[in-house]
């Protein structure tokens, strides 16, 4: 039996509405070229966007926490589209993270987009 995020967190949930309200696929238009087909995998820049959202929307403080609060919030984890046993985003301290995340902000106060 698979459980549905709507059956703990309702219809009306913040990032439910903000999922709904928000085609984020735009992002990978915009980054296209920050991103190289060769070397390690990055982190998808529309989860480093959305987690900036969840960081400002929730009033998180760090990347780092907001990362740790992902580990534990199912309604997090379903609008970043993680499941329950899927793997989050490596802390900042490895450095890739914020790497991947100086590129989105680089890209985005290019266009005008200010969080």
Not at 11 to 36: C, G, P, Q, W
Not at 80 to 96: C, I, Q
Request: net charge positive.
């Amino acid at each position: 039996m698979k459980i549905e995020f709507v059956y703990f967190y309702g219809l009306y949930n913040l990032v439910r509405k903000m999922e709904a309200a928000i085609d984020f696929t735009f992002i990978y238009d915009l980054v296209k070229d920050m991103y190289s087909e060769v070397g390690r995998p990055s982190i998808d820049p529309v989860i480093l966007v959305k987690l900036t959202f969840i960081q400002y929307t929730f009033g998180i403080r760090s990347m780092r926490k907001t990362i740790e609060e992902v580990e534990t919030n199912m309604a997090y984890r379903w609008f970043l589209g993680y499941g329950f046993h899927d793997k989050v985003p490596p802390t900042p301290r490895s450095g890739k993270i914020m790497s991947d995340a100086s590129k989105i902000q680089i890209c985005l106060n290019r266009f005008s987009i200010a969080f």
